[in-house]
């Protein structure tokens, strides 16, 4: 039985979370990590409630955190100092703080993993995109989600420009005169990719890279209708980051 903790379970992927381990034979739901001391959901007597990270004192085998930004560095230093495996959804760790982490799940002989995207629709585009790149490098992102989304880009666009600006050949990209004459019209600047992000009510996630060449296009897009197409990878990631003594990056490492 995999012990786990659930951080940021009140929220919307929280939730959903906590549902999946419930209903997994394989999981026990030991405890969960929040800042308010109402929630929607059930829990069992079972599973203990922490709202600090000093109280969290507790036998288990993985962390799963899907909290905010500016908590999620702390949370993830805090599980490996404690041998909980880390299985991150959250967004908004930067490049040095995933190699600190790493470095700390090395010495510690830790698994590990950040996914920016636990849904295989976002995996498979962003891996389709990357192969696109090396032969079609004129490139857009436009990540369209919620509108009580805190953070832009989306960690999935972020991490769609990464995987592309690897292996896409260097070149500049667009008009060199070119002139916003209303600011930030033309999205944020990626390594000279544009990466637009949209806002809106209704929308959940997703992610449009769109390529252009000489007479030619090519439209990559991907659709997440409903949360709960987060939680197959989430599971995995439960099920099997504990095999693991090092702190990945992607779910398709552990695929
Ligand atoms: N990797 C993936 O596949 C996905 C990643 N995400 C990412 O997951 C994160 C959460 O998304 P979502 O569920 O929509 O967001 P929500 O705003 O719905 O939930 C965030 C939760 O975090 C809690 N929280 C806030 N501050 C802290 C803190 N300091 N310590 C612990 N918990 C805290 C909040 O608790 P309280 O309610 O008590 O205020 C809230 O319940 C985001 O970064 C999002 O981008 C989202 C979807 C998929
Ligand atoms: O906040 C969200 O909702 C999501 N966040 C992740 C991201 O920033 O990429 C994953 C998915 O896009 C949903």
């Known amino acids: 039985m995999t012990k786990v903790i659930i951080a940021g379970y009140n929220g919307k992927m929280g939730q959903k979370a906590v549902k999946m381990v419930q209903q997994h ?3 026990e739901l030991v405890a969960v990590y929040g800042l308010e001391e109402k929630t929607a959901i059930e ?3 079972t599973t203990k ?3 600090s990270l000093d109280e969290i004192d507790i036998d288990a085998d993985v962390w799963v955190d899907f909290t905010v930004p500016s908590a999620v560095y702390e949370n993830a230093k ?3 100092n404690h041998g909980y495996s880390p299985v991150i959804g959250t967004t908004g760790l930067t490049d040095e703080q995933i190699s600190e982490l790493k470095q700390l799940a090395a010495e510690k002989k830790l698994g590990g993993l ?3 995207n636990f849904g295989i629709s976002a995996v498979l585009l962003m891996q389709f995109a990357q192969q696109a790149a090396k032969y079609m490098p004129d490139v857009e ?5 919620h509108d009580q989304k805190v953070d832009a880009p989306s960690g999935t666009a972020l991490s769609t420009a990464k995987l592309i600006s690897k292996v896409r050949p260097s070149h500049e990209q667009g008009n060199p005169n070119e002139k916003e004459t209303l600011a930030h019209v033309r999205g944020g600047d990626f390594d000279g990719i544009r990466i637009h992000a949209v806002r809106l009510p209704g929308l959940v996630a997703h992610e449009q890279v769109m390529f252009g060449s000489l007479g030619e296009g090519l439209t990559i897009r991907q659709d997440t209708f409903d949360r709960e197409s987060f939680m197959s990878g989430v599971a995995i990631a439960i ?3 504990t095999d693991y003594h090092e702190l990945l990056v992607g779910l398709e490492n552990v695929l």
């Open 141 to 145: 992102i436009i990540e369209m989600h």
């Open 49 to 51: 409630i922490f709202k």
């Open 78 to 80: 805090f599980a490996i």
């Open 114 to 116: 950040i996914a920016p």
């Open 25 to 27: 034979d394989g999981f």
């Open 239 to 241: 099920e099997k980051i």
């Open 43 to 45: 829990l069992d007597t």
